[in-house]
């Protein structure tokens, strides 16, 4: 795995950090309202969707990792990287907020599947279900959407197909809990002081 790099930048970035974060977010819940209102899962606002809900998330979380590492921030986009940095306290209180937001039948999910061809394509094959249980599960699942949605364009010759999962409101969840966290940390919820996030999960 490759190993991953901490920077550190001025401890006041946390709310420059936030607040991109959540017009990221924002812009996320317009393309999901969009392809709810016309019932089509068309590639742009699918992809608009995915892109900026993951990036979304990445600001997220290193919104939090600033204000409670004291400016230390970790550098990169897989989400599930980034999760494996928080501490026990933080981790537990992200599930407890996701596994509240739940509903009891699971997320809704839909997958597509994209692909340029000159010619009509074979049938797609079969694609790993993602996994929305738990908030751990639902970051593994949308770990890298950001990539791989923001550069799919760079993939229109290798022939092949690209299977997206679109799951909204189960990665809403993930925005709402880690918005939720930051909130409390910033307020002084959490009993642990600032600073405590070392860098490697408890």
Not at 62 to 72: D, E
Not at 77 to 98: C, I, M, N, S, V
Not at 134 to 162: K, L, N, P, Q
């Amino acid at each position: 795995m490759k190993a991953l790099t901490e920077i550190r930048v001025p401890f006041g970035t946390h709310t420059i950090a936030i607040e991109q974060a959540r017009a990221f977010a924002g812009i996320a819940r317009n393309a999901a309202a969009a392809i709810a209102a016309t019932n089509t899962h068309s590639h742009e606002h699918l992809l608009a969707f995915l892109v900026n809900a993951g990036l979304a998330a990445e600001l997220h979380f290193k919104a939090l990792m600033i204000v409670a590492r004291n400016g230390r921030v970790t550098k990169g986009h897989d989400l599930k990287a980034l999760y494996g940095e928080f501490p026990e306290f933080l981790t537990r209180f992200l599930e407890w907020q996701y596994l509240q937001l739940r509903p009891a039948t699971g997320w809704p999910m839909t997958l597509t599947a994209l692909t340029f061809r000159d010619k009509p394509p074979p049938p797609p094959g079969p694609a790993l279900v993602p996994n929305y249980s738990t908030f751990a599960d639902a970051v593994a699942s949308s770990s890298r959407i950001f990539e791989d949605c923001r550069y799919f364009f760079e993939r229109v010759h290798d022939g092949d197909w690209t299977i997206f999962a679109y799951a909204p409101s189960a990665i809403d969840a993930i925005l709402v809990s880690l918005e939720n966290a930051y909130a409390h940390f910033v307020a002084g919820d959490f009993a642990p002081a600032p600073d405590t996030l070392s860098g490697h999960a408890a």
